[in-house]
């Protein structure tokens, strides 16, 4: 076998279980959407609120963690267990001590949202909602830990397998807890953030319980030693993962903000705002596993001392990125008048989706071009790149001129598109420029990363 096609088997096997993994965690809020639904209109707009400040700051605390990446991956390649080990305790650390200040945040869920000008019973009830999911912060965050362990160390499996059961435990703490069953009171609203909880507690004890059965943790454990929460081992993880969380944040935010645009725009472009995105999330799970990949094999092949094999590697996994979503772009176009009918029966909100459906469809192509990149950068420990590039292209390009363009040129709902579309289409094209000039390769003429020294470039 070639060894390109080599390389393409290998990320598809690391990233297709990534992949469903996230297309499963999608599925968790899906239910928590349909089943709050049937509480009330003002129950499922609470919970709608309530997410905007619980992922805005959980996804935060996911980003740092993230940091992870990096170090285990290149540990893992280098068969060094015992520093994989220090990083998953020192992520375990970090994660209780993010938990907290995450939490201290969701007390004020309340104020925030007021602050944003939302109806004060809206406010209450959200409020309320997200008070009842601070029990399960710890358990998520201590989750995206172990998982990014597991998956630096190419175990993709056990998060994907840990994750469908816990969408059975979803439905069933949600039925019970929501509707009041099985001698349980019915809680409503504050029942779907309970439920939320207990679904994130038993994914970490499920991830746990699965390591210690399979013994997943053989060659990369160590007794719990307070070596791990050394200054150097903090300021490492942190080098790497804040600015990976700015950029997943820059992004997450930016996405909002169009929202807060299209809603400017009406009820019909916004609801045609929100199904053409929906369906553009759908379709990143599938580059986001890819990502996943290329973050465990460039950074396994750095560690291993083969820098030539990871720029390959690199390349495969964008080309593979750009391929998956050139599929979900054709389908974007081909069945731009079928797909909004799968949301809605408004002929208004059919027609001006399937308007911006082809622009969605380039917006994929680009999407799934940078995440991957992400990914790659990620596995060789440059992570400020794509926080700046976010930035540039979201935050100075794609909304300053799709809110023009939308707002005051004329253009409407497209125009707004177009814009979010050229802006990530800058992003993809920078990224892809940075790794064709300071990408593995270059490591061999002394542009690597200090391993252990936590030197993020």
């Known amino acids: ?106 007390t004020e869920s309340e104020r925030f949202l007021l602050l944003t000008g939302q109806e004060p019973e809206l406010a209450r009830m959200a409020h309320s909602y997200t008070q009842m999911q601070i029990p399960g912060i710890p358990f ?19 998060a994907l397998w840990v994750i469908l059961v816990a969408n059975v435990v979803n439905i069933f703490a949600n039925w019970t807890l929501i509707f009041g069953h099985l001698g349980a009171p019915a809680l409503g609203l504050e029942g ?12 970490c004890l499920g991830l746990v319980l699965y390591v210690r059965v399979f013994r997943l943790h053989d060659g990369a454990w160590l007794p719990w030693t307070w070596e791990a929460f050394r200054p150097h081992r903090l300021r490492e993880l942190a080098s790497y993962g804040i600015p990976i969380a700015v950029q997943i944040s820059l992004e997450m935010w930016a996405f909002m903000g169009a929202a807060l645009i299209a809603g400017r725009l009406g009820a019909v472009a916004l609801a045609a705002h ?15 596993g890819v990502a996943q990949g290329a973050t465990t094999r460039v950074g396994n092949l750095l ?37 909004p009918r799968l949301y809605t029966g408004d002929g208004a909100v059919i027609g001006l989706a399937a ?57 409407g709902l497209p125009g707004l598109w177009w814009a979010l579309c050229g802006g990530l289409g800058f992003v993809a094209l920078l990224l892809v420029l940075y790794i064709r000039l300071r990408g593995p390769s270059t490591l061999e003429q002394g542009g690597a990363v200090v391993f252990g020294g936590g030197e993020a470039q």
């Open 192 to 203: 779907a953030g309970l439920a939320t909880a207990l679904t994130r507690s038993f994914s």
């Open 274 to 288: 929100t199904i053409a995105m929906n369906m553009a999330s759908l379709s990143f799970m599938l580059p986001l």
């Open 140 to 158: 998520f965050l201590v989750y995206a830990v172990l998982r990014q362990y597991l998956q630096a160390r190419e175990h993709m499996r056990p």
């Open 355 to 411: 308007s911006i459906l082809p622009i969605a469809a380039a917006f994929q192509i680009f999407d799934g071009t940078q995440v991957v990149a992400c990914g790659v950068l990620r596995g060789m420990g440059r992570v400020r790149p794509a926080a700046v590039l976010n930035f540039v292209g979201y935050w100075l390009l794609a909304l300053p001129i799709g809110g023009w363009l939308a707002l005051r040129g004329g253009w």
């Open 303 to 339: 560690g291993a001392g083969r820098p030539a094999a990871a720029q390959r590697a690199a390349w495969v996994s964008m080309a593979l990125g750009a391929g998956v979503m050139s599929l979900a772009a054709l389908c974007f176009v081909v069945f731009r008048m079928a797909l």
């Open 1 to 106: 076998m070639s060894p390109l096609r080599a390389e393409i088997r290998k990320m598809i096997s690391l990233g297709a279980p990534v992949a469903a993994a996230q297309l499963s965690t999608m599925l968790l809020g899906l239910v928590d959407t349909l089943m709050v639904a049937r509480v009330s209109v003002d129950a499922m707009a609470a919970a709608a609120l309530a997410n905007v400040w619980i992922f805005g700051t959980l996804m935060f605390a996911s980003g740092v963690l993230f940091g992870l990446d990096p170090i285990v991956t290149r540990a893992h390649g280098a068969r060094d267990g015992g520093r994989s080990a220090l990083a998953l305790q020192t992520g375990v650390g970090v994660a209780l001590l993010l938990s907290l200040g995450v939490a201290a945040l969701w």
